[in-house]
């Protein structure tokens, strides 16, 4: 299974699910920091200290949150399963 977290042109693939809860959520706080905490709070209807105790480093945000932050990032994740060989 490729996991995918796809912006504009750029994709990020992990193909260990193993890796998944805390590498999706650190990319996304990274995003989510670099465009202004305050204007995805706007965004989400979350408060920004929700959003720094979500993403940070030993924050552990709900499918909910995450979903929420993915929306207003405009950013898509995608699950597939591989074709057979």
């Known amino acids: 299974m490729h996991i995918s977290i796809v912006r504009r042109k750029q994709i990020i693939i992990c ?3 193993l890796c998944l809860p805390g590498y999706i959520s650190h990319a996304l706080g990274v ?3 670099a465009k202004g ?10 408060s920004r ?4 105790r979500s993403f940070s480093a030993k924050g552990n ?14 950013v898509q994740l995608t699950a597939k399963i591989p074709s057979a060989a």
């Open 61 to 74: 945000p709900t499918l909910k949150t995450t979903l929420a932050v993915m929306n207003a990032l405009g």
């Open 31 to 33: 995003v989510a920091r």
């Open 15 to 17: 193909k260990h699910l």
């Open 49 to 52: 200290e929700q959003l720094y």
């Open 37 to 46: 905490m305050a204007q995805i709070a706007g965004q989400t209807g979350l």
